[in-house]
């Protein structure tokens, strides 16, 4: 059958011209060229692709060599063992590929490449939503070949392989981890046999890189809902792989009359009420890690009832670990490892009355991510009961507010002690050493007690004053 491409593309003015063009290259070098893969699914979804992928039988470099010269975009980023080449574009990457089938050995997902035709590239593809083609050449624009059904199984919303799903899987491990990602994505169910096959399999994931798996887990945390995602992933068996620690999550444990909420399904609803309000992919993984230490950290005292103390910085050092096994860029990790050390502190600013001091160091602390730690904390509140959260929320309020007007007269978004080291070496006659950090740290505390101002005026004739007192405390007791 042939599709109206040009219709389908009506939207996509840019992209229908780009295809012309992919066309007519493929015509002056005699080549059969196709559409594949998640461009075709998502043109007949409705969804605009970031990628296009274009599969070429025959030279596959070659032709991306007179594409990139058609195009004149420059330069073409070639992967030659496996016969495709990148052409980057101004909002999208077009991929090109020659036609192909993969042999994988049993301990590496990385395979061995031979040239082949269009049905034997299409059977080696993940799922049958993306063993799809259009062919574009000029004489067949828009055939449609889809020897898998996957029409079929687009339009009953179903993720299932076009082979065995125990090869499919065996061969390249993280396909399991894309099926669940469009799961996720799609809103779509996965077809039992081929879920099985994932459970079957979880354990050979490791096999696969961490920055590829990393790459696969992160969108699947970037759905509008993230936590059907992270469900399928812990019922495949492949969530407990990854991350065994978030096991110890689930359930409620009751003693003498005391029960604790089920910590991960708080999480999952943390994780969701993140989602509703931001795509900050941090923010979504100090949600989702926020509590795992809680299970090492639970203690049961008689009389009081379950504990957890010390949990938000128990948890900042796991996930400081769990960062770099996911390959993460340090400042983030940095950045996540704060958001769940400071969870709770807003919560306890409020309990504490909100005084200034309690404000200025909560703000000192969190820097520049203060609203975003503010936003973790409001997500953080799932109680079923309408009062507490009526009045957690209404003590995040007061804190907000509180911290808009000791910043606004304070300016401690960036803080740093107006007296540097060298400073307070030259008035004290110092040199370097543990005492000019006391002394630092002793003028950096008067202002966050709210006893000077934050500027260099106060903060030096401050060090003036107290000078005497300030050398006896550093200098002569030391």
């Not at 039988?57 to 032709?63: E, Y």
């Not at 125990?166 to 879920?195: G, V, Y």
């Not at 399904?265 to 992919?281: E, G």
């Not at 203690?299 to 009081?304: S, Y």
Request: net charge positive; hydrophobic share 40%; proline share 3%.
């Amino acid at each position: 059958m042939k599709l109206d491409l040009h219709q389908l593309l009506e939207q996509q003015a840019e992209t229908s011209r780009l295809i012309q063009d992919i066309s007519a290259v493929a015509g002056k070098l005699s080549l059969q060229c196709y559409l594949v893969g998640g461009f075709v699914r998502d043109t007949l979804l409705g969804r605009k692709s970031k990628d296009i992928d274009i599969v070429v039988v025959g030279d596959g470099l070659a032709f991306a060599d007179a594409l990139s010269s058609a195009l004149n975009i420059h330069p073409v980023v070639k992967f030659e063992a496996f016969g495709t080449a990148m052409i980057p574009l101004e909002n999208m990457e077009l991929e090109i590929a020659t036609a192909r089938k993969e042999v994988y050995r049993r301990d590496s997902r990385n395979p061995d490449v031979q040239a082949t035709d269009l049905k034997e590239d299409l059977k080696r593809r993940d799922f049958t939503v993306n063993a799809m083609a259009i062919q574009i050449n000029r004489e067949n624009f828009g055939e449609f070949i889809d020897p898998f059904g996957g029409l079929r199984d687009l339009k009953a919303r179903r993720i299932i392989t076009p082979l065995d799903p125990k090869e499919t899987f065996f061969e390249d491990p993280l396909r399991m981890f894309r099926a669940l990602r469009f799961a996720a994505q799609l809103a779509f169910s996965i077809e039992a046999d081929t879920f099985r096959a994932i459970k079957k399999y979880a354990g050979r994931i490791h096999i696969v890189s961490n920055e590829r798996i990393r790459d696969e887990f992160l969108k699947i945390l970037s759905v509008k809902t993230p936590s059907r995602g992270i469900m399928m992933l812990e019922k495949s068996g492949l969530f407990t792989e990854l991350f065994p620690e978030m096991e110890a999550l689930r359930g409620v444990e009751s003693q003498d009359g005391h029960r604790h909420k089920d910590v991960y399904f708080h999480t999952l609803k943390v994780l969701d009420n993140i989602a509703a309000c931001t795509d900050d992919r941090d923010l979504r993984l100090a949600a989702l890690f926020h509590d795992i230490a809680k299970p090492v950290t639970k203690r049961f005292i008689k009389g009081i009832g379950w504990t957890f103390h010390g949990h938000e910085d128990v948890g900042a050092r796991m996930f400081e670990t769990i960062g770099r096994k996911l390959r993460l860029p340090s400042r983030n990790i940095k950045r996540i490892c704060k958001l769940i050390r400071l969870h709770l502190r807003p919560i306890a600013v409020a309990s504490s009355g909100v005084t200034d001091s309690a404000v200025r160091r909560l703000m000192v602390e969190a820097g520049e991510d203060i609203e975003d730690l503010l936003i973790l904390c409001r997500a953080d509140i799932t109680s079923k009961n309408r009062d507490r959260v009526r009045r957690y929320h209404a003590n995040f309020e007061r804190v907000a507010s509180r911290i808009s007007e000791v910043e606004e007269k304070d300016k401690l978004r960036a803080f740093q002690s107006p007296l540097d080291g060298n400073a307070i070496m030259q008035m004290f006659g110092l040199r370097p050493g543990p005492e000019v950090g006391k002394i630092k740290h002793h003028i950096e505390e008067a202002i966050l007690e709210g006893e000077i101002e934050n500027n260099y005026p106060a903060a030096k004739a401050y060090a003036e004053k107290n000078k005497e007192k300030l050398i006896d405390l550093y200098l002569r007791n030391d």
